[in-house]
């Protein structure tokens, strides 16, 4: 059956060709704690969880399109790089170095070092996230039976060791460090602030 009024279906007709698309948008993350005190490695890991979830805070509620919006003029940063990268580090640090489980790099390397900032579209968002989260749960995974003494070599055969906790606290450092550019590119899209 038509529509009765054909000025109606015009209206309906241009303002769904104007609207803007639907598209997926940043899930609101539930929230995150660690102990304060005791030993070493969960409260590491209790800040990290944090970070993580801080990041995920500051993106929640966007849009695709927003989420790989580069807003800040004098960069090219946008959200959608810095969690492209944070995934790339956590599968650097926890999976292929501390577990050395042999997995495969994130990103192909002949892409350039910064194709995990430069890379991603609006097309890519989802999948973006998901691959964060996804190395964040293998990360822990790869990782949860190592003993607290646990180290790894780097820089070759040669190079310097680091340990479980040291490493803990380079993820720190990466994720304190992306969270204030995150903080600014947030502010920057929609005016949003203090997440």
């Given amino acids: 059956m038509g529509d009765p009024d054909p000025q109606t279906s015009a209206a309906r007709t241009s303002a769904a060709q104007t609207s803007p698309p639907q598209t997926w948008s940043v899930p609101t993350p539930e929230p995150v704690d660690g102990p304060l005190v005791g030993a070493a490695r969960p409260v590491l890991a209790g800040y990290l969880g944090w970070y993580r979830h801080t990041v995920d805070n500051i993106c929640a509620g966007l849009t695709a399109e927003q989420f790989a919006l580069r807003p800040i003029p004098s960069t090219a940063l946008s959200l959608l790089g810095i969690v492209r990268h944070l995934a790339k580090v956590e599968r650097i640090w926890l999976r292929q170095r501390l577990a050395a489980d042999g997995t495969p790099p994130l990103y192909d390397p002949a892409l350039g070092k910064d194709f ?74 929609d005016g949003v602030t203090g997440r």
């Fill in 116 to 189: 995990d900032f430069e890379g991603g579209t609006a097309a890519t968002a989802a999948h973006a996230w998901e691959a964060l989260h996804a190395e964040q749960r293998a990360g822990d995974a790869a990782v949860s039976s190592l003993p607290d003494d646990h180290r790894i070599l780097v820089g070759g055969p040669d190079g310097e060791q680091m340990s479980l906790q040291a490493v803990y606290t380079h993820l720190i450092g990466e994720y304190a460090r992306h969270t204030g550019h995150a903080d600014l590119l947030r502010e920057a899209i």
